[in-house]
């Protein structure tokens, strides 16, 4: 029997990606779409006009108020706006819900596991015994960086990385950045970008010490976050056992959502690109290309992932695979 979820935030474009991915999944089933007053009551095609490919899986189904008392599902997928979930959420947690949020505010805590589930799964057993919890997927700007990382430091240690990322204007939602802003233009990220891909990376990666210096740039582009990155590794074991690492990368945790290969290693020099290599593993790969010496550190390449399925909505829904076959659900 699948489990029944319920998604918070079903009417926006992250909620929307949580009903494409789920609508024939094989261990959950979307049994409640929850919004606000304002969507509560109405049928889910006419609270929100489908903006992502293909039809609306479940166009008729009623929207529900986005409260506690009234989700039934124990397991709810979090598509809210921050300011929202940093007072929806703790709510649905302290009333006996598992919460798989895409939002910012609980990231950090200390008690909120922080995953990717095929570099940190063991930080889901924080979860273990506990009725209701939080359960947080990271910024969708470094997912593929943070990725790319994690064989390397699992083998010869990463001490520092300078970075930049070319962040897809989907990342705004909808309808996001205006066309005026955007068209013939890229502009620095106005938000926190650049301080949650510095932080959230040593914490998924148990690596305190790690330093990160990042720089994060909106460009128009729809899909796919594409990260320039040069990575000091603390011993330098040349660039074939790295390209060997990162090609050969998996989880440990056989998961629907987890494709194999992970890592895509690309050989052109003018790969990745967006609207090539976004798409690999059903949007949840990770594509890398141009692994070269780097002329200050160890190793410098290019990494890129979908920014809206591994980076966020994809990425939620591994995380409650991954829960699901360790039994924490």
Same mark, same amino acid.
């Given at each position: ?24 999944? =094989? ?28 039809? %609306?899986? #479940?166009?008729? !189904? ?42 910012? =505010?609980?990231? #950090? ?15 889901? *057993? ?11 997927? =990271? ?13 390397? !430091? ?9 970075? $930049? ?11 996001? *950045? ?6 013939? %233009? ?27 210096? $990042? ?21 330098? =074991? ?77 990425? $939620?829904?591994?995380?409650? *695979? ?8």
């Amino acid at each position: 029997m699948k489990v029944d979820v319920a998604i918070l935030g079903a009417t926006g474009m992250v909620g929307q990606r949580f009903v494409q991915l789920l609508s024939d999944h =094989p261990v959950f089933r979307v049994a409640e779409l929850c919004a606000s007053e304002r969507s509560a009551g109405r049928r889910y095609e006419d609270a929100a006009p489908w903006r992502l490919g293909g039809d %609306n899986p #479940m166009g008729g !189904h009623e929207v529900r108020l986005c409260e506690p008392g009234a989700v039934r599902s124990r397991v709810v997928f979090s598509a809210l706006d921050s300011g929202v979930a940093r007072t929806l959420e703790p709510a649905f947690r302290d009333a006996g819900h598992v919460v798989l949020t895409n939002a910012s =505010p609980f990231r #950090m805590a200390p008690e909120v596991p922080l995953l990717i589930p095929e570099v940190n799964p063991e930080h889901a *057993e924080w979860v273990r015994g506990k009725q209701g919890y939080i359960v947080a997927n =990271p910024n969708c700007t470094h997912q593929a960086l943070t990725l790319a990382l994690a064989p390397l !430091h699992r083998r010869w240690g990463v001490t520092g990385v300078a970075c $930049a990322s070319y962040q897809a204007v989907s990342g705004a939602g909808y309808p996001g *950045e205006s066309a005026w802003d955007m068209l013939g %233009n890229v502009h620095p990220h106005a938000g926190d970008e650049e301080e949650k891909v510095a932080s959230e990376p040593k914490k998924i990666l148990d690596a305190p010490d790690l330093r990160i210096s $990042a720089r994060c740039v909106r460009v128009p582009v729809s899909d796919g976050h594409l990260v320039a990155a040069q990575v000091q590794l603390a011993e330098d =074991p040349g660039l074939d056992a790295i390209t060997e690492a990162l090609g050969r990368f998996v989880g440990p945790y056989v998961l629907h959502s987890s494709p194999r290969p992970l890592i895509h290693v690309l050989a052109g020099r003018d790969r990745p690109q967006p609207r090539l290599d976004a798409d690999r593993g059903g949007g949840m790969a990770v594509s890398v290309g141009r692994i070269e010496r780097c002329e200050l550190f160890t190793v410098k390449f290019f990494a890129l992932a979908h920014n809206a399925v591994r980076g966020a909505a994809g990425g $939620a829904v591994a995380n409650a *695979e991954l829960l699901a076959a360790k039994g924490l659900l």
